[in-house]
């Protein structure tokens, strides 16, 4: 009777996760959809704002490691003189052995220096709105609007077992991670909050992380 019930008890937590899943993500789609049509005039007036008073490129194209390790082109708009510049600190040769074992939680990415932010640049991370182009890996299934952040591939290579549970899951525009101050330059901790989101996902956390989301983001202004 006991493995009946643990049997039964399994049955409804798959059937749960899976219609938690479903739904989120036609409310991905259809939320996605929307802001795009509702926002498309300021898409195209940062569009012409950046490609008028910073030239081209107006948007950055990024590879990151999403759902299942699957890699996908990021979309944003432009924020740097020259986003393609990015020096990233990975193991050096002979490889260290406490790589073998994931990446350490003391990793952290440093950038080029002589790249810095450009003034429509800076007021677009301000607010976030150099994210308004994932709408469109949202829409395409790359992305969740709620979710761990997208990892960069030479990093993912190096997770171990345990890290790589936080790719169980589409990267988000915005997250657990992200709602706690917590970005790339602090992997450990980044770690430590994906894998929660991934084992607690709800839609109670979801609608918690967009509440905390926008008024961060009000707070801000």
């Given at each position: 009777?006991?493995?009946?019930?643990?049997?039964?008890?399994?049955?409804?937590?798959?059937?749960?996760?899976?219609?938690?899943?479903?739904?989120k993500r036609?409310?991905?789609?259809?939320?996605?959809?929307?802001?795009?049509?509702?926002?498309?005039?300021?898409?195209?007036?940062v569009?012409y704002?950046?490609?008028?008073?910073e030239?081209?490129?107006?948007?950055?194209?990024?590879?990151?490691?999403?759902?299942?390790?699957?890699t996908?082109m990021?979309?944003?708009?432009?924020?740097?003189?020259?986003?393609s510049?990015?020096i990233?600190?990975?193991?050096?040769?002979?490889?260290?052995?406490?790589?073998?074992?994931?990446?350490?939680?003391?990793?952290?990415i440093?950038?080029?220096?002589?790249?810095?932010f450009?003034?429509?640049?800076?007021?677009?991370?301000?607010?976030?709105?150099?994210?308004l182009?994932?709408?469109?890996?949202?829409?395409?299934?790359?992305?969740?609007?709620?979710?761990p952040?997208?990892?960069v591939?030479?990093?993912?290579?190096?997770?171990?077992?345990?890290?790589?549970?936080?790719?169980?899951?589409?990267p988000?525009?915005?997250?657990y991670?992200?709602?706690?101050?917590?970005d790339?330059?602090?992997?450990?901790?980044?770690?430590i909050?994906?894998?929660?989101?991934?084992?607690?996902?709800?839609?109670?956390?979801?609608?918690?992380?967009?509440?905390r989301?926008?008024?961060?983001?009000?707070?801000k202004?």
């Amino acid at each position: 009777m006991g493995m009946l019930e643990t049997a039964k008890t399994r049955s409804n937590y798959f059937i749960h996760i899976n219609l938690y899943y479903f739904i989120k993500r036609l409310l991905d789609v259809v939320i996605s959809v929307v802001l795009v049509v509702v926002l498309s005039p300021l898409f195209l007036f940062v569009s012409y704002y950046i490609g008028k008073k910073e030239g081209k490129p107006i948007f950055n194209r990024e590879l990151r490691v999403g759902k299942n390790n699957r890699t996908f082109m990021m979309l944003s708009f432009r924020t740097m003189t020259n986003a393609s510049r990015v020096i990233r600190q990975f193991p050096p040769v002979p490889f260290p052995s406490s790589w073998e074992r994931g990446v350490p939680d003391f990793f952290k990415i440093t950038r080029d220096e002589h790249v810095t932010f450009t003034e429509t640049g800076l007021w677009l991370k301000k607010y976030h709105l150099d994210k308004l182009p994932q709408l469109l890996n949202v829409i395409k299934g790359d992305m969740s609007l709620v979710g761990p952040s997208p990892e960069v591939p030479e990093i993912a290579d190096y997770y171990n077992k345990r890290q790589l549970n936080r790719l169980k899951v589409r990267p988000g525009l915005t997250g657990y991670a992200q709602i706690k101050g917590i970005d790339n330059e602090r992997h450990g901790q980044k770690i430590i909050y994906d894998l929660y989101y991934t084992q607690n996902c709800s839609y109670k956390l979801d609608l918690k992380i967009v509440f905390r989301t926008f008024l961060q983001l009000y707070q801000k202004k």
